[in-house]
C-alpha cells in the first residue's frame, strides 16, 4: 500500500518555540492531506484538512495562526506548531489518500510525532 | 457524515475469533466501511475496507448486512500483537471532499 511519513517521531522543545512536523507522500502525489491530534486514552481528533497549493481548512476550536499548516507540493504537508506551550504535547498525525489509485482507496496515515513542551 | 457507535472495549484470549461490531445507522449510499488499527504511539494502519456483503483478506473479514446499517470485523485466531484500538470508519470514498473522521473506537486486548 501507499505510504506516508512522517518527521521526526518524537520532538522535545521548550515552551515559547515553535516546531515544524513534516508529512510526505512517499510513493504517490497527494492533493490532500488531513492533519489530527491525539490525546491520551482518545481517538484522533481532526485539526485541518491541508490542501496542495492553497489555504488550509481548519476545524472549529483549532487555532490557525498557532498551527500553521503548509501544503507547498504534491508530496509534502508541514505543520508547525507556533509558540508551544506545555498544552500542546500531543501526539500528532497526519494522512493521505492516493487519488491516482481508484476512487474509494483508503486514506494512508503516518506513523505519527510525539510532541513535549516542557 | 455517518455516525459510528463500537463497543468501548472487548478482551479475547489468544486462538480465538473476535467479532467488533459497528453500527453507522444513517449510512448514505455512497459511503464506504473501512476498519484501522492502531497500536499505542503509531499511526492508524489500514486492515479492511468494503461497501456491501462480506469482505475477506489475509488478515481480516468484514461481513455487512444487506441494510448496510452495521458491520462486524472479525480476526480469526487472535494473537497478543493485535491488542490495540479498532477504528471504523464511514464515509464517501468516491468523492473529493472525503475526510476520514474518527469515533471513540474499540480497544482489544488479548489475553494469554
Known amino acids: 500500500g501507499a505510504v506516508v511519513s512522517q518527521h521526526p517521531s518524537w520532538v522535545i522543545c521548550k515552551s515559547g518555540t515553535s516546531v515544524k512536523i513534516e508529512c510526505r507522500s512517499l510513493?504517490?502525489?497527494?492533493?490532500?492531506m488531513f492533519w489530527y491530534r491525539q490525546f491520551p486514552k482518545q481517538s484522533l481528533m481532526l485539526m485541518a484538512t491541508?490542501?496542495?497549493?492553497?489555504?488550509?481548512t481548519y476545524e472549529q476550536g483549532v487555532e490557525k495562526d498557532k498551527f500553521l499548516i503548509n501544503h507547498a507540493s504534491l508530496t509534502l504537508s508541514t505543520l508547525t506548531v507556533t509558540s508551544a506551550h506545555p498544552e500542546d504535547s500531543s501526539f500528532y498525525i497526519c494522512?493521505?489518500?492516493?487519488w491516482g489509485v481508484g476512487v474509494n482507496t483508503e486514506a494512508f496515515f503516518g506513523q505519527g510525532t510525539r510532541l513535549t513542551v516542557v | 457524515l455517518a455516525k459510528t457507535t463500537q463497543p468501548i472495549s472487548m478482551d479475547s484470549y489468544e486462538g480465538q475469533e473476535v467479532n467488533i461490531t459497528c453500527s453507522h445507522n444513517?449510512?448514505?449510499?455512497?459511503?464506504?466501511i473501512t476498519w484501522y488499527q492502531q497500536f499505542p504511539s503509531q499511526g492508524p494502519r489500514f486492515i479492511i475496507q468494503?461497501?456491501?456483503t462480506k469482505v475477506t483478506n489475509e488478515v481480516a473479514s468484514l461481513f455487512i448486512p444487506a441494510d448496510r446499517k452495521s458491520s462486524t470485523l472479525s480476526l480469526p485466531r487472535v494473537s497478543l500483537s493485535d491488542t490495540a484500538v479498532y477504528y471504523c470508519?464511514?464515509?464517501?470514498?468516491?468523492?473529493?471532499?472525503?475526510?476520514?473522521?474518527f469515533g471513540r473506537g474499540t480497544s482489544l486486548i488479548v489475553h494469554p
Open positions: 494522512s493521505a489518500r492516493d
Open positions: 444513517n449510512i448514505a449510499t455512497n459511503d464506504y
Open positions: 468494503g461497501y456491501k
Open positions: 470508519l464511514v464515509g464517501d470514498q468516491t468523492g473529493g471532499s472525503y475526510i476520514p473522521t
Open positions: 510513493d504517490f502525489q497527494a492533493t490532500t
Open positions: 491541508s490542501n496542495e497549493g492553497s489555504k488550509a
